[in-house]
């Protein structure tokens, strides 16, 4: 006689550090944190004999040889977006998952209503509305002049009741994956088990079933997304929409894209009839007074298949308690930290007694070495109250020993300083032969060390303090 099988059982693991038991507990045994414990599914899979004593046949898994895989052609789908299509990699592609996420009212949902109601021009499209009422979709659509027939509303959060309404729906838009749950497990919508139990039945239809869904999800206030690792592995595309909101621009950065560049940067302005796409952004990340007060350089950064100018500003005031403070926006902490060690003891400028502020211009995050440089330039100018020229660019990675080491894509970078009117570049020596092709139509500043590019830009070292 056949063995039923093990009806699903569920564990309680530790959000913090994994620590699991068999059922819940106020305080984690392992890390000490309290309320941290969450439920999670577990499968029991029948075994393998039962199965095949049963009459069921085991299937047995084949590889094939790399020679013999099929080379499967992906097509695309334009959203209606620009910038939007060119951070997913030139569009979505069907049986995708992509995931957004960002802070409580940068413009999410009204970025994906405008996708929505632009792909219901040619698909069948579910907005699935888990927070909102289908009554406030429709004002949010009225608001934006959006109207479809094809683009359908659902105020749902059960997973299996979602599931249902799927039939004959191509794209999905899930709003948010942190108020969505599924009846196998007990425990709250948007706990650690049913984010990750919901994301992975979402795959599962996904692929089985060839609908792209778009999911939204929320933020941490350290800025990352909520909820376990897992849920972003599962995902095709991760995207962050980013942005100050009182300010009328967001970015849109892609940190991980199966089907493109997962450094993609898109550019859009928040207007009264919704999102659009900004695709002259040449000056967004300068200031129209550079050149004019001191600590302000410009180096030209390479996110994804583009490359834009982006202005470095730093301030450097006496720090009034003796303890000097460093902070940096859009630059990495770390990153900060070193190169004003090589500044102090390869140039001889003294920061010790010195507050460090340092910001990226239009919010942007700049995570590539070729800024090293331009930081260096931007300190030495505010330290020593002498301003760069406006006109001047600077990209280069920056050594412990102070030497200039070359980066990728140098000859991009000047002709895009070639493009928004620079007449001078400041590189590194070894990059030089990729970049001589320009030689006639910028002047090109080959730099083998820190010092010298003090000393190109007239920046000269202050004294040293005894």
């Known amino acids: ?268 302005e928040m207007t009264d009839e919704g999102i659009k796409s900004v695709s002259d952004y040449a000056n967004l990340f300068l200031s129209d007074t550079r050149g004019i007060a001191a600590g302000s350089a410009v180096t030209p950064s390479e996110s994804g298949n583009r490359c834009m100018n982006v202005e470095i500003q730093t301030l450097i005031s006496k720090a009034p308690f003796g303890a000097p403070r460093r902070m940096s926006l859009g630059v990495d902490y770390n990153k900060l930290v070193v190169l004003i060690a090589v500044l102090e003891k390869r140039c001889g400028i003294p920061f010790f007694s010195s507050d460090v502020y340092i910001n990226a211009m239009g919010g942007i995050k700049l995570n590539e070495p070729s800024v090293d440089l331009a930081i260096c330039a931007a300190l030495a100018s505010a330290a020593n109250d002498v301003p760069i020229d406006k006109y001047t660019a600077l990209f280069g990675e920056v050594g412990l020993t102070g030497e200039i080491r070359p980066v990728a894509y140098a000859d991009k970078r000047v002709n895009e300083c070639i493009k928004t009117g620079f007449k001078r570049v400041i590189l590194p020596a070894k990059s030089m032969k990729a970049c001589q092709k320009y030689a006639d139509k910028i002047e090109l500043v080959p730099v083998q060390y820190v010092g010298q590019m003090i000393k190109a830009l007239h920046l000269r070292p202050a004294p040293t303090m005894s």
């Open 1 to 268: 006689m056949a063995t039923k099988p093990k009806a699903p059982t569920s564990q309680f693991v530790c959000s913090q550090c994994g620590y699991t038991a068999p059922k819940w507990l106020g305080k984690c045994p392992d890390c000490g944190e309290f309320n941290t414990m969450q439920e999670e599914l577990v499968r029991q899979s029948e075994p393998v004999s039962s199965r095949v004593g049963a009459g069921v046949s085991k299937m047995q898994t084949r590889a094939l040889p790399l020679s013999q895989i099929g080379y499967e052609k992906f097509h695309r789908v334009k959203c209606g977006i620009g910038e939007f299509d060119t951070v997913l990699g030139g569009g979505m592609v069907r049986g995708s998952l992509v995931l957004l996420g960002g802070d409580p009212g940068i413009g999410k949902s009204t970025l994906l209503t405008q996708v929505s109601a632009h792909l219901a021009k040619t698909e069948k499209v579910l907005y699935v509305s888990a927070e909102e009422s289908c009554s406030q979709v429709k004002m949010r659509c009225e608001r934006l002049g959006l109207n479809s027939d094809n683009l359908y509303l659902l105020n749902e959060t059960c997973l299996e009741d979602i599931e249902t309404a799927l039939d004959g729906h191509s794209v999905v838009v899930i709003d948010s994956i942190q108020a969505v749950y599924t009846e196998s497990l007990s425990s709250a919508a948007g706990s650690v088990g049913q984010v990750r139990e919901c994301a992975a039945k979402l795959m599962r239809i996904a692929k089985s079933k060839n609908i792209t869904f778009f999911i939204i999800g929320h933020v941490t206030k350290e800025g990352s997304l909520a909820g376990p690792k897992v849920l972003e592995h599962i995902m095709d595309t991760v995207l962050y929409f980013e942005g100050q909101q009182e300010d009328n621009y967001r970015l849109l950065r892609a940190v991980k894209n199966r089907f493109g560049s997962a450094q993609e940067v898109g550019v859009f």
